[in-house]
């Protein structure tokens, strides 16, 4: 094995031992909408099972600003993708803040969270664990955001990478794609290389309401997405008009999707992005998880995808595609399905038609979906988990 799994079972008889944790981003971490809230509900469970958290972000600096909004010209006048995010003058910039910052603060460990561009010129002797989903090897030319770089924007996303990596006393991704990755692109130590999935980013009650299906005549699918391109829209567009051409009445309800053009349909309900900072917009999306029969997203690139740990949550069965680390959380015939990458919207359709027919089946997924968010993706198994590393890892000075 390349890399380390942590077994949560074992994070149960993690010791009292409390640490003050240097949260490292540059991002709002209060914001909800920020990475779809894991900062927030990561931070969350850090403060609750690891120690006090000291946060060292947002960050507002004009020349970043400047030259992010040069990299904006440069794509919509000249069509160059100018990758402004893993600017080497940036990653010193931010090395040069938060480096002021951590002085400040009397930490025992620093936390950063897809953060390599911040920590890779972060000068500090405190610990540091870099967290994250995926390296810039693993995105380049596979999201679209990250095609086509200029050759120094790839030269510096890999150098600023490598730093990160390299400086980290702990590495934590989020899957064994991610993993392998650091491990075999970036020549990580393996001994310092967790694997810990993430939480469904989610307030968690004490009981959360699971749907069980009673009809096989209805199917209400939910799409979630901005980037509806990458998240394969067009695909679950076609398999609502496939369902309905079969004659069953299905419906698909699209989350933060500006109507598309080719996709006008009655069968087809676009709704505006849901802010996850207003208490009402939190309140309509768990309604819709809950009043779905399946969450569609047949993805076409995908680090790992919280929405389907969301959707586990509420017992949502997931239909998705087999990319990225996916098929690492949407486990087939416990909580959804990854098909093939290439798999048609036909298949996609016959599967969920097979599935309808029969209810047992179908609830056993809605069954196996909440255990799994129970028992795994959840933030409060992960903060367990982050525990038990640090407390194995970190030594006090």
């Known amino acids: 094995m390349t890399y380390k799994i942590v077994n949560v079972i074992t994070c149960l008889t993690l010791n009292l031992m409390r640490y003050k944790v240097a949260y490292l981003t540059s991002k709002n971490p209060a914001d909800r909408t920020v990475s779809s809230g894991v900062y927030f509900y990561q931070s969350e469970a850090i403060e609750k099972h690891i120690g006090e958290v000291f946060f060292l972000g947002p960050v507002n600096n004009w020349l970043i600003d400047s030259i992010k909004l040069f990299a904006r010209l440069l794509n919509k006048f000249f069509g160059i993708n100018y990758k402004a995010t893993h600017n080497i003058i940036v990653s010193k910039i931010y090395g040069q803040v938060f480096t002021k910052l951590i002085r400040k603060i009397d930490a025992d460990v620093v936390f950063a969270e897809k953060a390599s561009v911040e920590l890779a010129y972060l000068k500090t002797s405190i610990p540091i664990i870099y967290s994250t989903d995926a390296t810039f090897k693993s995105l380049l030319n596979y999201y679209p955001d990250f095609s086509d770089l200029l050759k120094h924007c790839v030269y510096w996303g890999n150098n600023i990478e490598q730093k990160a990596i390299d400086k980290a006393r702990i590495v934590i991704c989020a899957s064994k794609w991610a993993a392998e990755s650091v491990i075999k692109e970036y020549n990580g130590k ?88 207003i208490p009402e917009s939190r309140e309509k999306f768990q309604k819709l998880m809950v009043d779905s029969d399946f969450l569609l997203m047949p993805t076409r690139a995908e680090c790992l995808g919280i929405t389907f740990c969301e959707a586990s949550a509420y017992g949502l069965p997931v239909l998705t595609s087999n990319t990225g680390g996916v098929s690492e959380i949407v486990i087939n015939g416990l909580n959804g399905y990854a098909l093939d990458y290439d798999a048609s919207f036909e298949e996609y359709g016959d599967l969920i038609i097979s599935l309808v027919s029969d209810i047992e089946k179908y609830n056993s997924l809605v069954d196996g979906a909440h255990t799994l968010y129970n028992e795994k993706l959840n933030w409060d198994e992960w903060g367990k988990s982050l525990h038990r590393i640090i407390v194995d890892n970190i030594k006090e000075n």
């Open 190 to 277: 393996r001994e310092k290389v967790y694997v810990l999935p993430r939480g469904a980013n989610i307030d968690r009650p004490d009981v959360i309401k699971v749907s069980r299906k009673k009809d096989t005549d209805n199917v209400s699918l939910l799409f979630i997405g901005r980037d509806w391109k990458r998240k394969g829209f067009d695909i679950a567009c076609n398999v609502v008009r496939y369902l309905n051409l079969k004659g069953y009445s299905a419906k698909l309800t699209a989350i933060g999707v500006k109507p598309v053009n080719d996709f006008m349909d009655n069968n087809i309900e676009y709704l505006p992005f849901l802010n996850k900072n």
